[in-house]
């Protein structure tokens, strides 16, 4: 990606973030913010277990901090938060960082707020400073895990204790303020993509697809793309997905692309051959580069339980791929229900499954369709809109912190 700098009113930042580096759309959001603020000219360092899976950790701007945690045979579960907080006050001190920015509250911002007392109170007193830790919730950080008994106090302490909070969707927000309490400023700042990298190239589609779904011959029409990504959690409900395209390929020929893995995936591949649609499916596991698989399809595929707000159909939005999606969290504020994609009740299997053959069936209006989506991405949702909201956001937080100086 070509280096941009910032505009001069942004003053660049060395700015440390920390999330899962594995699948989950929180490591996707983090990373992915880490990579556009590095070409915005700031100075990035991933604090995290293990490299970004985005990451290549060549990038310009861009330096990575692997957390080693020591494993004594004493500990029977090795201490990874304060492994944490103390690879966080290091770098924070060696490289000067001006904020913590970490992704998903548990326990990250119990980490950075150990390496922020840490670096406040350290021994030598001319080195003593205030290091700003920023928290963005992703969504079951606060609508699964932290709402669990053993963790809610510990979520509503490292919430309240962060000195900035932002939300990826109006409904967590809500959410948050409602199940912890919280009457601090929460900043809503939705799941963005970069619209460049993910997008429709029809050349590129037109000689990938045939590698997934078959063209039309003389004696029979071509196959419809479904397509569903994500961690194979059961939040996804990923069964429904084969429910779903079960009913689909019996009334138009089709198949479906299962991008991810986690604890479902057997279920979903025993599902898959008692509906006899197994050899219709394509399992392609754990993907890197899905903006390259995305715009293949038709329709997207996004059952879930809930979502706070639901960056896989944004990605798949953003290509001119519509989704078929539930109404539940902030999937509303992205997806408007017959305008840019469509929205059922959780399990309504059999309305999906309607809505998808009719939708398959329609050219046009699936064109028109995935259209709105593409608009929806690029005028709300693109990297260029959302980055200098958290830019903006950045300076609030360092200008209080700087007000708090020791
Ligand atoms: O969906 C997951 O299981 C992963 C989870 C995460 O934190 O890694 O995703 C959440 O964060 C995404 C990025 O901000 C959101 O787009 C997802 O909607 C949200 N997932 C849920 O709320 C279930």
């Given at each position: 990606m070509?280096?941009?700098?910032?505009?001069?009113k942004?003053?660049?930042r060395?700015?440390?973030?920390?999330?899962?580096?594995?699948y989950?759309?929180?490591?996707?959001?983090?990373?992915?913010?880490?990579?556009?603020?590095?070409?915005?000219?700031?100075?990035?360092?991933f604090?995290?277990?293990?490299?970004?899976?985005?990451?290549?950790?060549?990038?310009?701007?861009?330096?990575?901090?692997?957390?080693?945690v020591y494993?004594?045979?004493?500990?029977?579960?090795?201490?990874?938060?304060?492994?944490?907080?103390?690879?966080?006050?290091?770098?924070?001190?060696?490289?000067?960082?001006?904020?913590?920015?970490v992704?998903?509250?548990i326990?990250?911002?119990?980490?950075?707020?150990?390496?922020?007392?840490?670096?406040?109170?350290?021994?030598?007193?001319?080195?003593?400073?205030?290091?700003?830790?920023?928290?963005?919730?992703?969504?079951?950080?606060?609508?699964?895990?932290?709402?669990?008994?053993?963790?809610?106090?510990?979520?509503?302490?490292?919430?309240?204790?962060?000195?900035?909070v932002?939300?990826?969707?109006?409904?967590?927000?809500?959410?948050?303020?409602?199940?912890?309490?919280?009457?601090?400023?929460?900043?809503?700042?939705?799941?963005?993509?970069?619209?460049?990298?993910?997008?429709?190239?029809?050349a590129?589609?037109?000689?990938?697809r045939?590698r997934?779904?078959?063209?039309?011959?003389?004696?029979?029409?071509?196959?419809?793309?479904?397509?569903?990504?994500?961690?194979?959690?059961?939040?996804?409900?990923?069964?429904?997905v084969i429910?779903?395209?079960?009913?689909?390929?019996?009334?138009?020929?089709?198949?479906?692309?299962?991008?991810?893995?986690?604890?479902?995936?057997?279920?979903?591949?025993?599902?898959?051959?008692?509906?006899?649609?197994?050899?219709?499916?394509?399992?392609?596991?754990?993907?890197?580069?899905?903006?390259?698989?995305?715009?293949?399809?038709?329709?997207?595929?996004?059952?879930?339980?809930?979502?706070?707000?639901?960056?896989?159909?944004?990605?798949?939005?953003?290509?001119?791929?519509?989704?078929?999606?539930?109404?539940?969290?902030?999937?509303?504020?992205?997806?408007?229900?017959?305008?840019?994609?469509?929205?059922?009740?959780?399990?309504?299997?059999?309305?999906?499954?309607?809505?998808?053959?009719?939708?398959?069936?329609?050219?046009?209006?699936?064109?028109a369709?995935?259209?709105?989506?593409?608009?929806?991405?690029?005028?709300?949702?693109?990297?260029?809109?959302?980055?200098p909201?958290?830019?903006?956001?950045?300076?609030?937080?360092?200008?209080?912190?700087?007000?708090?100086?020791?």
């Amino acid at each position: 990606m070509a280096m941009e700098s910032t505009s001069d009113k942004t003053p660049r930042r060395k700015i440390g973030i920390t999330c899962y580096p594995t699948y989950g759309g929180s490591g996707v959001v983090a990373t992915e913010l880490g990579i556009e603020l590095a070409a915005r000219g700031h100075e990035v360092h991933f604090i995290t277990s293990s490299l970004p899976f985005r990451l290549s950790g060549r990038e310009t701007n861009i330096h990575y901090h692997e957390v080693d945690v020591y494993h004594y045979p004493l500990f029977e579960h090795p201490p990874y938060d304060l492994a944490l907080a103390t690879r966080m006050a290091e770098v924070a001190e060696f490289y000067e960082l001006d904020l913590l920015h970490v992704h998903y509250a548990i326990p990250h911002s119990i980490s950075a707020l150990l390496a922020r007392q840490m670096i406040e109170t350290q021994q030598k007193v001319a080195r003593r400073r205030y290091l700003p830790f920023i928290t963005t919730l992703h969504g079951t950080d606060i609508t699964l895990v932290g709402q669990d008994h053993s963790y809610l106090p510990i979520t509503q302490f490292g919430i309240a204790q962060s000195d900035g909070v932002t939300a990826i969707s109006g409904y967590l927000r809500d959410q948050t303020r409602e199940a912890f309490g919280i009457q601090d400023e929460i900043e809503v700042i939705h799941n963005f993509v970069n619209c460049d990298f993910y997008v429709h190239d029809k050349a590129k589609v037109m000689a990938m697809r045939p590698r997934f779904a078959a063209p039309a011959a003389d004696d029979r029409p071509a196959e419809k793309l479904l397509v569903h990504l994500s961690n194979f959690r059961p939040v996804k409900r990923i069964l429904d997905v084969i429910e779903v395209f079960a009913r689909v390929v019996a009334a138009v020929p089709a198949r479906l692309m299962l991008i991810g893995d986690g604890p479902d995936r057997s279920a979903a591949e025993h599902l898959a051959l008692k509906l006899g649609v197994a050899n219709h499916i394509h399992f392609m596991g754990k993907q890197d580069n899905v903006n390259e698989l995305l715009p293949l399809a038709d329709l997207m595929l996004m059952p879930s339980e809930l979502e706070s707000f639901g960056l896989a159909a944004l990605e798949a939005m953003a290509c001119g791929v519509p989704a078929i999606a539930t109404r539940v969290g902030g999937v509303p504020e992205l997806i408007d229900d017959g305008v840019n994609g469509l929205l059922f009740s959780v399990g309504d299997t059999e309305a999906m499954a309607g809505a998808a053959i009719a939708l398959l069936n329609d050219s046009e209006r699936l064109a028109a369709m995935g259209a709105a989506a593409r608009k929806t991405a690029s005028d709300r949702f693109c990297s260029s809109r959302i980055i200098p909201r958290y830019e903006a956001y950045y300076e609030r937080v360092i200008a209080r912190g700087q007000a708090a100086k020791p």
